[in-house]
Structures are given as C-alpha cells and as structure tokens.
C-alpha cells in the first residue's frame, strides 16, 4: 500500500497520532454529583464543588473509575492498580478552580492497542500509550454579547477519558478508521455515548511529515476536532502546509493549532515559548486511586462482547470476509440487527452473505434517503428476516424483493402481506413459463432468426418480455433455462 | 487555669446558675471592652442574641448549648461572611456551612464572631491581615504585642477570655504558636481528624482543624466535637473517636516520653529551654522514663515546609480570579489583565510572595530539585517519627522558639518570621497531633508553650500528657 504523498521535490510521509476525549457516560460529574446531562439550561448543573467555591473538596465518582477500566479492558490495555490524579494549572474563564484535575505521570490506564481494518482484507494495529481520567472545562460562550463573555459551568467537572494513541497512523483515513473504531469500542462498551456532534467524543491531532525512513519530524497539534470528516481535512490541510514549508527551505515550529471549519484551514493558536507550564503536582485533596486484581476481574468479566470478538465470530460461524464482517460490527446497532436478523429464522444462517447485503446496502440506503437511524428503523429484523427467506426459498425473485423492502419500509407491513396481497409470488411452474415464453417466440419472429445467426445477445431481449408478462415473477434461472431450451430446438 | 472554664460553665447551666442569655451577654459586654484587640473580623451583636432567642426556644438537650465559640474566619460560615482575611474575599457570604463548625451548632454553641487571621492563613503574626493587626491580650500598654499567628485571633479571643473556645487550623503550627503567645491550649490533631470540608484551604496537605481553649479539659471536649469521617473530604480518616474527656487520665506512671535532641537549637533563649527542662522534671516525679531520641531531619523541616506549602497554596489559591466570586478589579480590559488586576489588588504582600515561591517550585525544570525533593524529605522526617514513637509514647518540645514579640518586629522579615515555626512544623509534616500548653513565662512575664506531640490518632494520649503537666503546673 502507498501512503505517501507527493511533494514538489520528493514523496512524503504523514505521522500522525491522535489524542481522544471522550466523554464517560456517567450520570454525574468526575468529582461532584451535579448531573451531566447535555444541553440544560446554563449553570443549572453546577455544585459548590463545580464552581470552586472556597473550602469545596473533590470526590472521586466510583462509577467513572470503572468505565475508564472497562474502557482499557476494550483497549487491550494494561490496567493499572495504582494512578493518581494531579492538577494541571492555568488560568481560564471557564477553568473555575484554575486547575484541572487530570492525570498525569500514573495514569488508570496503560498501553494497549487496537485494529483498524480496510476494504482489501488487511488491517492494522494502532498501540495505545495511556488512557487517563480527567476533568472537563466549563464553556466560554463569546458570542451572547459584544463586549462580555459568558461561562457556562453545566460541563465544568464531567468526566473525560483522553486516549493518547503512539504515532503509528500515517494516512488521513486511517485516523478515521482509528478514531472509528475507538467510538466503536466505546459504545460497545456503553463507556461514551460517542456523540461527536455534541463534543462527547473529540480529537487532538499531532501531525508530522518525514521523507521515507527518516526520522520523526517536528509536530504540531491540531486542537478539538469534533467529525471525521474534519480530522481528515485538517490533517491533509496540515500535510500540505508543512510540506510546503519544508520543500522550500523552511522549518516548522512546534505549534498548537486551530482549524478553522468554515475555511478548511488551520492557524497557529501558540507556539512553543507561549506553551503553558502546567505544573503538574499529585492533587492533595484527593488520594491516589488503588484497585485491586478483583475489582479489576469483577469489572472484566462484566464486558459484553467487544467488536473485534464479534468479528472473528462472525467469520467463522458465517463465513463472511473480514470487510463484511467489520462493517457489521462497526456499530453495536448494525451488530444487534444483524444476529437478531439472522436468528429469526434457522434457514437464514445458511444465507449469511444475503443477510450483510441487505442490511448494509439495501436497508441502509433506504435509512440514509429517509434519515432515519437503524435504532429505529420501520423494517425489524425479524421482517427483513421473513423477506430475505422469500428470496431464499425461490418465493420472491431478489429483484421484486427491493420493491417489497421499500414498500415495508413506508408502509409498516410485513413482506408476506405485501407479497400475498399483491401477488407477487414468483411463477416456477414451468408449464407456466414455457407458456410465456412460447408467447415471446411467436411474436418475434425475425428476432428469433438473428439470435439464431450468431447474435447472442439477443437472449436478454427475450428475457426482458418475458418478465414483462410475467410482471417480473417469472423465476429468473427457470426462465432463463426453458429459453435457451426453447430457442436452440429451433436451430 | 484561666478563670474561665467550658466545662464549669457547662455545669453553671445545667443547675440554672447561670442562663445562656445571662452568660452570653456577659460575653458580649466584654468582647465590645476589648474591640481594641482587634479580635473579630466579623461580629454582629444583633447576630448573636438571634442565636441566643434560638437557642431558648429548643428544648432538646445539646452538648454545647449556649457555650459562646469564636470561629476562626478560615472556616466558611452560613450566617456570617467569610474573608480569610483577604481581601479578595472581603464580601464573601458562603451559602453552605464548613463540616467542623456545622457540628458546633449542632451541639448548640453560639457564634460570636469570626477571629482575625493572617490572610489565607499565611504568617506567624497575625499581621498579613487585610482586616489590619490583633494585638496579644497579654501586651502591656504602650507595647503592643503580636498574638502569633495563623490563628492569632481566636487565640486571642480565648486569652482576653472573649469566648469559653475557639477553632483554629493549623499548617506548620497555626494554633500551637499563637496558644503558645497567647498563654492558652491549643490542639492540632492528626491530619484526617477533623473534615476540611468547607475551610477555605491554604495547604490541603497540611491543614487540619483544631482548637484553643482555657485548659486542656475544654479542648478534649471541644476537639470531640469537631472531630469525624467525612465522606465529602476523601483525605478525612475513618477512625472512632474516643470520647477524650471522659477517658482523661492524668496518671503517666510507667510512660515514656522521647525528647528529641535536634529541637536543642542555638540561639534559643535561656527560658525556653529552662521550661523545657522543668517539664521533663516533673514528668520523671510523676514515674514518666525519659528517652533521649534522635529525629535526624528535623533540620530540614522548614525548608521543605516552606517548599510543599506555598507549591500547595499556589494552586489553591488560583480559583480567587475575579470570574465567579470576591473582589474584582475595575481595570479590566482583556481576561489577562482582569486576572493580573484581580490578583494585584486582591492579594497582599506574604500571600503574593508564598504564590510565586510556590509557582516557581513546581515549574518546568525546577520540580524535581525543589517539589519532588521536598516531598522525598517530607517521607524522611515523618519516618523518624514513626521510629521514635517505637521507643515513646509521647514527645515534649518547647512549642516555638521566643515568647510573643513586638507587633511590627518581624514585619519585613520574611526569613525571621519563617523560623518562629521551627518547631511546630515537623509534626505538621508528619500528620501528628500536637498540643500547646502554657508552662511558665520568660522574664518580661509572657507565657511560654510547651509541645506535646503523640501517635497519628493518638490524641487520647496527647490530652493525657497535657492535662497531667497543666494540673502539675498549677
């Protein structure tokens, strides 16, 4: 595979690591018990403790703690038994204990590594350096009032698990595919509820470029990116600036970046000397945070199936691809469907392939024409199930099929009452179709004698009229044979 | 003992001798004799006779009802405000009520007054006040006196007998060196004793609560009062808690004290070692063995005290920034400027100069030889301590190295007034509990302190001890 990308002078190479903050589901906040729910009214869900108001103490919600193990146990990481929590200092509206409680040199969380899969059957494996627990910031609204500045602290202690990856993505689609399969883990997981539009799940993008070979170049950060589609353009944006910087001589300076979603662009937002010291210390007020090999146990056996298990369940007990296979585990929902698509009835494990098409193709399209979600989807499983074994037991062709899914998905009904009331059962009675066919022959005649000069092709036009009187019922293999059966007795 | 007395008060009211309205009024004729001390931060007379009216209408039996209490103006208060001496907090009303002195009123004490303190808690003097200086009780005329410090006020308020107790929090010596100044008890007890819920915080690492008093009787029932787990502190101990009063015991026979030989400090003067050395005496009268320990990182103490402290306050005290409550500058043009203005006007001089010693030990590059190093020694010193309570029970030192001095002597010597914590600071280090207990006086007539310092938790003894060599004393 080819990740490099062209230059003026040479080819270059990305080196790309992402930071993810992704935000834990939890009822409460990381150190209060004010409520974390998105999108009340500003500072409605603010605690003494969440406005640093004098003499207010931290303490630690246990429930966080054990989704940031879940989490790790989803990473393959190493859980650790001791971490503890430092505060990380600067000055901010929105920062009101002017520090945030985070994790610094012992993190909850040690290496791991997850596997990111592509179309042509290969995958990947991106290491993980850390996950650790932190604080959220409070808001900073700037666009209220002309000359104020809003806070809203509804968000001001969430908790937030950041997930360091190693340096190891060299292509924008593979930080995609990462940062895809990160929000995947953590859904499965039920650890983040992944909404990216509403920030639960965003990145930091570190980014470098290097000749083949070389050595690691110098970094920027891009800051806070929330979609995919914008992590993958403010990575090609940065690409192509510090390429340009270099093939003309230049350096590149160690900045922290914005990106700009309107203009596609990114700008420096501080550069090295404006880099905050944090100074980090151990928080006082709290306690390093010790876990023992049981609770660790107890929290791991309660992890449900996880997407890289299902996969490899998947592959073996239906033989699917590795690609299908990781497109239907891609999300927890589609996996959901799909066993509950393929367990509704016991003749449709020995159709898996069909099963994943039409979920993937057929189903989601109709999904994404009609907006809607595969959560709720007007079609169950257990529907799509009685349609597909239509299909397979030769009731229905796949062609009439389309039409029947469309109609169960506006209409709520179920394939077979679409299919009884309009009769569209597939004619496989042969005299029936011979009858048809003899009907097409009779009527073109001088079609009849071309296709029997040579011109092959012609077959398809038979094929076509006789669905036509048909209605398109007609078995389409049993047409096809009685056809050719038919018109090469003529010969 | 002083003429007052917690425990003969609370015997007054049990057999109607006296009423709460009766005591209190006489509390408040006196605290209004003696505003030139300069005591209270915050008094409202009218506030305390509203408690008074409160408390007659409740029937229900209270611990400490109608006992006047001044609460050290650290701790954050319902029905007062709460300033910390600072005046970035000048016109602070806490909605909430701090753990320790929610369990006072929950005994039926009555609030005086918030005492005068060194801002945010950080001097020896009771000097870096916003609110201006508390003069010792003990001054004579025309030579003002300083009533040491944190907690010079509630010490104060104890000695000039404004009150039957007071809280007090003590960082490096907080409450045994102003006692010491003062001539009265007070008590730090183990670190994790009382909830430091809701005092506004200086050191978390080191704060702790504690009390001054007239004896050591009242402080064992007062300190019972405050102390208790805490689930809103996670740094709070779960540990019973003897009922200290009732299990005094002033029978040392067959005990062991340690004196340490590092607390020997030159320079120190002649009647601060002779008070020390008559407490040994009559500790040995009463069968007490007298062992000579070795605490080998004693000297080190305040240079680490001095590094993890203000490294503590540095970031404590970065929420006072203009944004949410407190004192906001007018000069405000951009969020940098609101921030460097706020903290400017806001803070003063020793507070300004502990937050920058403390940016500056945990700066890129500087951490490890100063933070890291500090907390290393800070590990060192409490183990010398846990090595020396294998061969004592209990450790008696001078509690500071003078008697009270001049209000404005140390004034613009930071240095010189660092080192009145000598002696207090180690067990601050250390999490142990220490007592201060006036022992005899120096020349000019002031009170001297004695330390006594026990086993993480093991105030029991700590009370036993002080108790003893005060009913000896007298």
Redesign the interface.
């Known amino acids: 595979m080819n990740n490099l990308i062209k230059g003026e002078k040479h080819d270059w190479e990305m080196v790309i690591g992402l930071e993810i903050h992704a935000q834990v589901k939890s009822n409460s906040k990381l150190f209060s018990s004010s409520s974390t729910k998105f999108g009340s009214s500003p500072n409605s869900q603010v605690s003494?403790v969440d406005?640093?108001?004098?003499?207010?103490?931290?303490?630690?919600n246990k429930y966080c703690v054990e989704q940031a193990i879940k989490t790790g146990v989803g990473l393959n990481a190493k859980i650790n038994n001791y971490s503890v929590f430092d505060?990380k200092?600067y000055?901010?509206?929105d920062l009101?204990?002017?520090?945030q409680i985070s994790q610094y040199k012992y993190p909850i969380v040690g290496e791991g590594k997850v596997t990111i899969d592509f179309k042509d059957g290969t995958s990947k494996d991106i290491r993980i350096v850390r996950l650790h627990l932190e604080q959220d910031a409070g808001k900073s609204l700037h666009d209220q009032n002309p000359s104020k500045?809003y806070?809203d602290l509804n968000r001001s202690g969430v908790a937030l698990m950041e997930i360091v990856s190693e340096p190891d993505i060299r292509t924008p689609d593979e930080a995609g595919m990462y940062i895809s399969k990160i929000r995947s883990i953590l859904m499965y997981l039920d650890t983040c509820d992944g909404n990216m539009q509403e920030g639960s799940l965003r990145a930091d993008v570190n980014i470098s470029v290097r000749k083949p070979g070389d050595e690691y170049g110098t970094r920027c950060e891009i800051k806070n990116l929330n979609s995919i589609k914008f992590i993958k353009q403010a990575i090609n944006y940065e690409a192509k600036r510090q390429i340009e910087i270099l093939e003309s001589g230049g350096s590149i300076e160690q900045n922290t970046m914005l990106f700009n979603t309107s203009t596609g662009k990114t700008r420096p937002m501080r550069n090295k000397e404006e880099a905050h010291?944090y100074?980090?210390?151990p928080d006082?007020?709290?306690?390093p945070l010790e876990i023992s090999k049981e609770e660790i146990g107890k929290i791991k056996s309660s992890i449900p199936e996880l997407p890289d298990e299902l996969k490899n369940k998947f592959i073996e007990t239906y033989k699917l691809s590795n690609y299908d296979a990781s497109v239907l585990t891609a999300e927890k929902q589609t996996s959901d469907y799909f066993n509950e698509t393929i367990n509704s009835d016991p003749e449709l494990k020995n159709h898996a392939k069909i099963v994943v098409n039409w979920i993937t193709s057929e189903l989601f399209s109709l999904l994404n024409k009609n907006n809607q979600d595969l959560n709720n989807s007007p079609v169950s499983p257990e529907n799509l199930g009685q349609l597909i074994k239509l299909i397979s037991t030769n009731e229905i062709s796949g062609k009439i099929a389309k039409d029947v899914l469309e109609d169960m998905f506006s209409s709520g009904k179920t394939a077979r009452q679409i299919v009884d009331e309009k009769g569209l059962q597939q004619v496989t009675d042969q005299g029936e179709i011979a009858k048809v066919i003899d009907e097409v022959i009779a009527e073109n005649p001088k079609i009849v004698e071309q296709y029997l000069a040579g011109k092959d092709k012609l077959l398809g036009f038979f094929v076509g009229q006789a669905m036509k009187l048909t209605k398109g019922k007609a078995n389409p293999k049993m047409l096809n044979d009685i056809l050719k059966q038919k018109l090469n007795k003529k010969n | 003992m002083s003429k007052s007395s917690l425990q003969q008060t609370l015997k007054d009211l049990d057999t109607k001798k006296i009423s709460i309205r009766e005591l209190n009024q006489d509390y408040l004729k006196k605290i209004k004799e003696k505003e030139n001390l300069n005591v209270f931060i915050h008094f409202s007379e009218e506030n305390v006779l509203k408690q008074i009216d409160n408390l007659e209408k409740d029937n229900s039996a209270k611990k400490l009802k109608g006992i006047p209490i001044a609460i050290k103006d650290l701790?954050?208060t319902k029905s007062m405000p709460?300033t910390?001496a600072s005046k970035i907090?000048e016109n602070?009303n806490?909605?909430?009520e701090?753990f320790v002195t929610q369990k006072l009123l929950d005994e039926g004490s009555i609030f005086v007054g918030k005492t005068n303190l060194d801002e945010f808690a950080m001097g020896s003097a009771t000097n870096t006040s916003f609110f201006g200086n508390t003069i010792n009780p003990l001054s004579k005329e025309n030579e003002p006196l300083a009533p040491g410090g944190s907690s010079g006020g509630s010490a104060a308020a104890v000695a000039a007998d404004l009150c039957l107790g007071a809280t007090g929090t003590d960082t490096g010596g907080s409450i045994r060196q102003p006692a010491s100044f003062c001539g009265v008890v007070g008590i730090k007890p183990t670190y994790g004793l009382c909830s430091?819920?809701?005092?506004?915080?200086f050191?978390?690492?080191l704060d702790q609560a504690g009390i001054f008093s007239h004896n050591v009787e009242d402080a064992s029932i007062l300190l019972h009062s405050i102390a208790g787990f805490d689930?809103?502190?996670?740094?709070s101990a779960k540990v019973d808690i003897p009922n200290y009063f009732e299990n005094l015991n002033d029978d040392l026979n067959g005990k062991t004290v340690g004196i340490p030989k590092e607390y020997s400090i030159d320079g120190t003067p002649m009647e601060i070692s002779q008070i020390w050395e008559d407490a040994i005496k009559v500790l040995e009268k009463k069968g007490v063995k007298i062992k000579n320990i070795s605490l080998p990182h004693t000297k080190y103490a305040l240079p680490t005290y001095y590094i993890i402290a203000p490294?503590?306050a540095?970031?404590n005290?970065?929420?006072y920034?203009g944004?949410?409550?407190g004192f906001r500058s007018d000069e405000i043009d951009s969020?940098d400027e609101m921030?460097e203005n706020t903290r400017a006007q806001g803070f003063g001089r020793e507070v300004k100069r502990r937050i920058l010693i403390g940016?500056y030990v945990?700066?890129?590059g500087y951490?490890d030889a100063y933070?890291l190093k500090a907390q290393k020694v800070r590990k060192l010193i409490a183990d010398d301590f846990n090595k020396a309570f294998k061969e004592c029970d209990f450790i008696v030192t001078p509690t500071a190295p003078s008697a009270a001095f001049p209000l404005n002597e140390k004034q613009n010597d930071p240095i010189k007034m660092y080192l009145n914590d000598v002696f207090t600071v180690p067990a601050s280090l250390a999490g142990l509990p220490g007592i201060s207990i006036p022992f005899g006086k120096d020349k000019n007539n002031l009170p001297l302190g004695i330390q006594i310092l026990g086993k993480h938790f093991d105030e029991q003894q700590v009370f036993n001890a002080a108790v003893s060599l005060e009913r000896s004393y007298e």
């Open positions: 003494l406005a640093a108001m004098p003499g207010m103490l931290p303490v630690i505060r200092n000055f901010y509206a009101p204990q002017g520090y500045t806070v010291d100074r980090y210390f006082p007020d709290l306690l | 701790f954050c709460t910390a907090l602070f806490p909605t909430y701090s430091r819920w809701g005092i506004t915080a050191a978390s690492s689930q809103r502190d996670s740094t490294a503590e540095s970031s005290l970065a929420r920034d944004v949410k409550y969020l921030y940016t945990l700066s890129a951490y933070y």
